[in-house]
């Protein structure tokens, strides 16, 4: 059964017009459920008794019960594990910068797109336990407005981002997670800035061209963590399907014709990408494009086989690209030690502590 969030505006107003109500009903709905974050029917007071009634029937708010929180250390990312309508469990974080960081009092709220994941990369948690099913645009947004409905209880910082970093492959569910972003930034409800939601892909191309065609805006990240195709296949179950030089190709189509900056993420594994000719192999690429790199020192999962990069071959790594004019970060973790870092979400994996030197 469809929930309140998987419909847009234009549905809404629909489906109250069939029930023989004015249109405008449908937008204090929207409004109700997307400004002040009501969690129920029973709060929207403006509306008549009998139109929440038959909503409520219709279209409930949709069942994400939070089966626990765990929060890192200094409370600034905190990990819900969610159980949906149908018993599936999946993760999202919410990770909140320090106003006086670079980040100026960011709240990023990262989301899963699918439970489970069918891209098969063997350093990703996700990955390792294989594709479940699509997540609905209801379900995606359900993750973003918990977070903001707990973060204005609390009094904290609204959410400003929404990243698909979660569990999944976001273009592999391309028509919910649209769906998802235009909800999330309609202005007549949540307002999200496009611009302030990441999409991350592991280089799936007709995604890729389908977003470089859309009006609104948003990021996009691309997963490439190898240099070369064969390295690439054997560290992504299905990367045969885009070779290298075709994703690259149409990333240049997409800076062509937004003229935004594409962000390629680069999962950093101990011996196995880590390399200063693979550094310099990847700035040949990339030569010539208007991105970013992020290198992403690689996360524990359950496969000890796959480790982190000592730190002096990681920044070894970084000035090989930036002598090569690569623009490059290291990413600063968050939430390593609660296993919600990148590529640890996996709904019944162990909740570790690990022991994690940050990287600044
Ligand atoms: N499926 C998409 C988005 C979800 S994964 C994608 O692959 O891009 C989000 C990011 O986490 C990707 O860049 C992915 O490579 C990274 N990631 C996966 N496993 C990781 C791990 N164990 N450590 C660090 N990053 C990881
Ligand atoms: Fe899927 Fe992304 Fe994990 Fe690869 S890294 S298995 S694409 S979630």
């Known amino acids: 059964m469809a929930s309140l969030y998987d419909l847009s505006l234009p549905e809404l107003e629909a489906h109250v017009a069939g029930l023989g109500q004015p249109k405008y009903r449908a937008r204090q709905v929207w409004e109700w459920a997307y400004?002040?974050?009501?969690?129920?029917?029973?709060?929207?007071?403006?509306?008549?008794?009998?139109?929440?009634?038959?909503?409520?029937?219709?279209?409930?708010?949709?069942?994400?019960?939070?089966?626990?929180?765990i929060a890192s250390d200094d409370g600034q990312t905190r990990k819900r594990l969610l159980?949906?309508?149908?018993?599936?469990?999946?993760?999202?974080?919410?990770?909140?910068?320090?106003?006086?960081?670079?980040?100026?009092?960011?709240?990023?709220?990262?989301?899963?797109?699918?439970a489970g994941c069918a891209m098969g990369c063997s350093f990703c948690a996700t990955g390792q336990g294989g594709f479940e099913r699509n997540l609905t645009a209801g379900e995606i947004v359900a993750q973003?407005?918990?977070?903001?409905?707990?973060?204005?209880?609390?009094?904290?910082?609204?959410?400003?981002?929404v990243v698909f970093m979660g569990m999944g492959e976001p273009l592999a569910?391309?028509?919910?997670?649209?769906?998802?972003?235009?909800?999330?930034?309609?202005?007549?409800?949540?307002?999200?800035?496009?611009?302030?939601?990441?999409?991350?892909?592991?280089?799936?191309?007709?995604?890729?061209?389908?977003?470089?065609?859309?009006?609104l805006q948003v990021g996009l990240a691309v997963s490439l963590h190898a240099?070369?195709?064969?390295?690439?296949?054997?560290?992504?179950?299905?990367?045969?399907r885009y070779p290298l030089a075709d994703i690259v190709e149409a990333c240049r189509?997409?800076?062509?014709?937004?003229?935004?900056?594409?962000?390629?993420?680069?999962?950093?594994?101990?011996?196995v990408n880590d390399a200063p000719e693979q550094a310099r192999a990847l700035a040949e690429l990339l030569r010539g494009?208007?991105?970013?790199?992020?290198?992403?020192?690689?996360?524990?999962?359950?496969?000890?086989?796959?480790?982190?990069?000592?730190?002096?071959?990681?920044?070894?790594f970084q000035r090989e690209l930036a002598a090569r004019g690569v623009p490059c970060t290291v990413r600063v973790e968050?939430?390593?030690?609660?296993?919600?870092?990148?590529?640890?979400?996996?709904?019944?994996?162990?909740?570790?502590?690990?022991?994690a030197a940050p990287v600044q």
Not at 84 to 111: F, H, K, N, Q
């Open 35 to 69: 400004r002040p974050l009501a969690a129920s029917y029973d709060d929207m007071t403006n509306v008549p008794a009998a139109l929440r009634a038959a909503l409520a029937d219709a279209l409930p708010f949709p069942r994400t019960d939070v089966v626990r929180e």
């Open 83 to 114: 159980r949906l309508a149908d018993g599936r469990l999946i993760e999202t974080v919410l990770m909140l910068y320090d106003p006086r960081s670079d980040s100026r009092g960011r709240a990023t709220v990262c989301v899963s797109s699918q």
């Open 144 to 161: 973003v407005i918990g977070f903001a409905r707990e973060q204005r209880d609390a009094g904290g910082q609204r959410i400003t981002n």
């Open 173 to 215: 569910n391309l028509p919910a997670v649209w769906r998802a972003i235009e909800t999330l930034t309609s202005a007549a409800g949540f307002g999200l800035g496009a611009r302030h939601i990441t999409i991350s892909t592991v280089g799936l191309i007709p995604g890729i061209r389908k977003l470089a065609e859309e009006p």
């Open 227 to 240: 240099p070369g195709d064969a390295l690439r296949r054997s560290m992504i179950a299905t990367a045969h």
């Open 253 to 271: 189509a997409y800076i062509e014709k937004t003229g935004r900056r594409v962000t390629f993420e680069y999962c950093l594994i101990e011996r």
């Open 289 to 316: 494009l208007l991105c970013h790199v992020n290198l992403i020192p690689v996360n524990p999962t359950r496969d000890d086989r796959i480790r982190r990069p000592r730190r002096d071959r990681t920044l070894a």
């Open 334 to 355: 968050k939430g390593t030690e609660i296993a919600a870092a990148c590529g640890q979400l996996r709904a019944d994996a162990p909740i570790e502590v690990v022991d």
